[in-house]
């Protein structure tokens, strides 16, 4: 798939930004007044900037109202809805923790359910797709929802969460990543399930495509990454992702510390969701004979 | 309405003969034409006259070699060229029409056909990702979701002649390579053929229960030499004379 660099900063954003809330949303940490403020502000900065980012890729953004009318069938439908209400109910909380010094605990919770179902949906998105077959696999949420809650542990300053969480993120990552590997070949779609063509032992090859230029299915979903370079970015994902945060929160604590070890984690992450998008596989590329498969 | 219709009146839909298509692409230029001037945004070319054109194409012909396997009785068969017309298969289970957000994706009951009511598409992309056979295109110029339409203003238009009243492919196509018809009908002339012929679906692992049916290619007569000519065929004059015989006498012995 191409990466749209709009859809990568709105996941990168918007899961960090719903983690913090849903920390925030259960009381870790319980703050009021101006430190309240601050932390609510980091997390609608990034929940709804992302989200704002993310209609920059709509070719008709003023009608994006109607996409909260088919919340029954389809996941980008619920996700609006879920961070329409994750964000009102959360700005409520906040309100209380802000200029009343109360804390509602009850619809905290609430908030904090709302925010991880946000980032739930936004997985569904991807993990329902069954013409991408490294990201259909229920994987793809774990990934989303253990990043979210790690980031937002690191944000949240909670750090002996963040210090289970991040290795458990990577792990999850590391395996996403495995599976992922095979995952159009397991998935059984060939040239001879997509043209018919390969029958009794004939092999069939893509000859010519349709057009001598390109067009917007090649664009859009037959990007191919290098595996040299496919490998190095996983590497600084992991690296900066994972590890060095890990390594900057074990260290006695200071706040340029955390400042660090937060923007390694996001540059980690945004190169995490990058190859998530550009090694993603989609099967139409076995028509243009573009898939090893 | 983007959850499906349980079942539809009618399964309008296409038969493509691979056996038959001899690869011509006017089914592609005259469902161009007649798409981007009737329903909906015409269908925008980029750079159309420059070094990197490209465009909006609701149908495209891929071409594919196969190579059969070798035998004892065919130790070396040749290679078939098929050419391969691809446009929306207008999909029983469409996992392009659940996933739009907005409803603009939707099948109808009446005939099966899975349509964009362009008005309410925001052009999120989501629709063309869903869709395993690239059937689907996002007009660059007027950023909404283009499809084929079977041709659904020309079918029950009763301004056309009732011969016109098939998709435009279907009525260009010169090898006679594409049928259209109601697969509910098991007495229509495309089930028929797809009955006769073992029409097969395209990328059934995909679990899309397309309509759009495709006949394979059928095996190759093998002719025995035909040369009930050939005595006829022999070099007349084998020496030639006159002057152009002394000039080419000549020119030799040069
Ligand atoms: S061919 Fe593609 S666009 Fe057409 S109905 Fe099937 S999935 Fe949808
Ligand atoms: S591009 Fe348009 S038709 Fe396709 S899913 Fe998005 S809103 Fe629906
Ligand atoms: S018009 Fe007919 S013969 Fe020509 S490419 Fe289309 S289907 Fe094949």
Not at chain 2, 3 to 24: A, E, M, N, R, Y
Not at chain 2, 72 to 85: C, D, E, W
């Amino acid at each position: 798939m191409h990466p749209a660099p709009s859809v990568i900063v709105f996941t990168t954003l918007s899961g960090l930004g719903f983690g913090l809330l849903a920390w925030l949303g259960i009381g870790m940490p319980v703050v009021t007044g101006w430190s309240a403020f601050a932390f609510f502000a980091v997390a609608y900065l990034l929940a709804v900037g992302g989200l704002i980012s993310s209609t920059f890729h709509l070719g008709h953004p003023e009608r994006a109202l109607k996409a909260f009318t088919q919340w029954r069938s389809s996941w980008l439908s619920r996700e609006a809805w879920a961070a329409v209400l994750a964000l009102v109910v959360m700005g409520l909380y906040g309100a209380g923790l802000v200029f009343f010094g109360q804390r509602w605990s009850a619809l905290g919770w609430i908030g904090a359910a709302l925010s991880l179902g946000t980032v739930y949906t936004t997985s569904m998105i991807y993990g329902q797709m069954k013409t991408v077959p490294r990201w259909k696999t229920p994987l793809t949420s774990a990934l989303y929802l253990t990043l979210s809650l790690a980031g937002g542990a690191l944000l949240a300053g909670q750090v002996s969460f963040a210090l289970i969480l991040l290795p458990v993120a990577a792990v999850v990552q590391v395996l996403w990543w495995k599976r992922g590997d095979t995952a159009l070949e397991q998935s059984g779609s060939t040239l001879a399930s997509a043209t018919g063509l390969a029958r009794d032992g004939a092999v069939v090859r893509a000859f010519e495509p349709p057009h001598t230029g390109t067009n917007y299915l090649l664009r859009e979903f037959v990007h191919v990454i290098g595996r040299k370079h496919a490998r190095k970015l996983r590497l600084i994902a992991l690296g900066l992702g994972f590890v060095l945060p890990v390594v900057l929160l074990l260290l006695p604590f200071s706040h340029v510390f955390g400042l660090v070890a937060v923007l390694s984690h996001v540059i980690g992450i945004a190169a995490s969701r990058w190859l998530f998008f550009a090694e993603a596989e989609h099967v139409v590329g076995i028509y243009y004979g573009k898939r090893a498969a | 309405m983007t959850t499906l219709p349980t079942s539809t009146k009618k399964k309008l839909g296409l038969v493509i003969d691979l056996d038959t298509c001899v690869g011509c692409h006017a089914c592609v230029i005259s469902c161009k034409g007649w798409n981007t001037e009737n329903y909906g945004a015409p269908l925008s070319d980029q750079d159309p006259y420059g070094g990197d054109p490209s465009g909006t194409f609701l149908n495209r012909v891929h071409s594919y070699e196969v190579q059969p396997l070798a035998t004892s009785a065919m130790p070396h068969p040749a290679a078939q060229l098929v050419h391969f017309p691809k446009s929306c298969l207008h999909c029983e289970d469409a996992p392009c029409v659940t996933v739009c957000p907005t409803g603009a994706s939707y099948k109808r009951v009446e005939d099966g056909i899975v349509l964009v009511n362009e008005s309410d598409c925001i052009g999120c992309g989501l629709c063309a990702w869903a869709c395993p056979y690239g059937a689907r295109e996002m007009d660059a110029e007027e950023g909404v979701m283009k499809k084929c339409t079977l041709c659904v203003d020309r079918i029950y238009n009763e301004n056309l002649p009732e011969v016109d009243r098939e998709p435009v492919c279907v009525r260009t196509c010169p090898a006679g390579a594409r049928h259209f018809g109601d697969f509910a009908d098991p007495d229509s002339n495309v089930s028929r053929l797809t009955a006769e012929r073992s029409g097969m679906d395209l990328m059934p692992e995909q679990g899309t229960k397309p309509v759009n049916q495709y006949l394979p290619p059928r095996p190759k007569d093998t002719l025995d030499q035909i040369d009930v000519l050939a005595p006829f065929l022999e070099p007349v004059m084998q020496e030639s004379n006159g002057f152009l015989g002394w000039l080419d006498r000549t020119l030799e012995k040069i």
